[in-house]
C-alpha cells in the first residue's frame, strides 16, 4: 500500500492506493495524523487504513493521471553519505584532497562505526514530482543522487519508504569537502516522491532495484541501476545515528545514499528530465531548470 497526496479541485487530498491501484481519500490532512490514530487504536498503520477503506468505493488510477505533490511535508530532510562503494569511488574521484597511497576522508567514512549524516533540506527546499530541481549558477558538474529515503516518526520508527533525489555539485564538494553544505542545500535541490510505500507492506527493503534515466532533448542520455542490497549499513543504525542527542520531528524524511553515479563527464543541463524509479515506490520525474544568477549586494 502507498500513500499519495493530490491537487483536486484546488483542494489537497490524502490518498491510500492499493496494490491494484485503487485511490481511496482518507479523512486525514497528512500521513502523520494516520499514523498518530493508528497507534490510538492499537493497529498498524496498514490496518488501520484497511478499517478506514473497507467497504468504500475507490477510483483505478495510475499515478500519471494525478496532479500528485510532496507524499508528505517533511519538515526535515537529512541524507546519509558513502553508505555504498559506488559513491565513495566518485568522492575519491572529484576529491582535491587524496594524497598517493593514503586514505580519504571518505575511505575512512565508508568503514567508521559512524556513517556520514548531514543536513539535506527544509519543506520549503524540497519538491514533489513534476516539480523542477534547480541548478546551482556557481557549479559545472552537477548530477542527481537516486536514494531510497527513510520517512521516520519522532521516536524513530520507520513508517515508509520513498524515492529522494540528493541533487549535488561534484565541483564544489571536490574541491574542499568542507564545502558539503553548498554542494548540497540550495534552491530545490531536493526532490521527494512520488509516494510513500507503508513499510509494512514491503517484503525486503534491502532489496529493492533503484533506477536513474536521464533525458535530453527528449532523448536519453543516462540509464544506470543499483539495488539496495548493495548498501554498507542498516537502516536502524543510520536512524540510531541521526537521533543520537537531537531532536527529530514526525515525518523527517533521511535518504540513505547513492549507489548510482553518471559517468564522470556528465553533467546536468537545464531542460533535463531525471527520473529516478523504485518499482515498488514509483517513479520520481523532475524537469532540470538553471537558475539565474543573483548578486547580492552587502549592506
Ligand atoms: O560525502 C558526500 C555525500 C555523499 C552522498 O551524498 C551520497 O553518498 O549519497
Ligand atoms: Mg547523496
Known amino acids: 500500500m502507498r500513500i499519495i497526496r493530490y491537487i483536486e479541485d484546488s483542494r489537497v487530498v490524502l490518498a491510500a492506493m492499493t496494490d491494484d491501484h ?5 479523512p486525514f490532512a497528512d500521513l502523520m495524523d494516520v499514523v498518530r ?13 484497511q ?8 477510483m483505478k488510477k495510475e499515478l500519471v493521471e494525478l496532479h500528485l505533490l510532496v507524499p508528505i511535508v517533511a519538515p526535515e530532510v ?17 576529491t582535491s584532497e587524496k594524497i598517493d597511497g593514503q586514505e580519504t576522508c571518505y575511505d575512512r567514512v565508508y568503514h567508521a562505526e559512524r556513517p556520514e549524516i548531514f543536513f539535506k533540506s527544509t519543506a520549503a527546499r524540497t519538491v514533489g514530482p ?12 552537477q548530477i542527481p543522487e537516486p536514494e531510497l529515503g527513510l520517512v521516520i516518526t519522532g521516536e524513530g520508527e520507520i513508517i515508509g519508504y520513498t524515492i529522494g533525489n540528493d541533487m549535488s555539485c561534484r565541483d564544489i564538494e571536490g574541491e574542499n569537502p568542507l564545502y558539503l553544505p553548498q554542494a548540497k542545500i540550495w534552491k530545490h535541490s531536493c526532490a521527494i516522491g512520488p509516494a510513500i510505500r507503508l513499510a509494512e507492506t514491503v517484503d525486503d527493503p534491502y532489496n529493492l532495484q533503484i533506477i536513474c534515466r536521464i533525458y535530453r532533448n527528449g532523448q ?12 554498507k549499513r542498516r537502516y536502524d543504525e543510520l536512524v540510531s545515528f541521526l537521533f543520537r542527542d537531537n531532536e527529530v520531528f514526525d ?3 533521511l535518504l540513505t545514499g547513492t549507489s548510482i553515479v553518471p559517468p ?23 524537469p532540470v531548470k538553471a537558475t539565474v544568477k543573483q548578486t547580492v549586494v552587502n549592506k
Open 251 to 253: 515525518g523527517t524524511v
Open 78 to 94: 537529512w541524507a546519509s553519505g558513502v553508505t555504498y562503494e559506488k559513491s565513495r569511488d566518485a568522492r575519491n574521484y572529484e
Open 22 to 26: 485503487t485511490v481511496y481519500p482518507l
Open 220 to 231: 536519453l542520455v543516462v540509464e544506470e541501476s543499483a539495488n539496495t542490497r548493495q548498501l
Open 130 to 141: 513534476n516539480d523542477p530541481v534547480y541548478l546551482r549558477s556557481d557549479s559545472n558538474w
Open 264 to 286: 564522470n563527464q556528465f553533467t546536468l543541463e537545464d531542460g533535463d528530465r531525471i527520473e529516478i524509479e523504485i518499482p515498488e515506490i514509483g517513479v520520481l520525474s523532475n
Open 37 to 49: 490514530e493508528a497507534k490510538k487504536n492499537q493497529l498498524s498503520v496498514f490496518r488501520y487504513i
Open 51 to 58: 478499517t478506514i477503506i473497507s467497504g468504500k468505493q475507490g
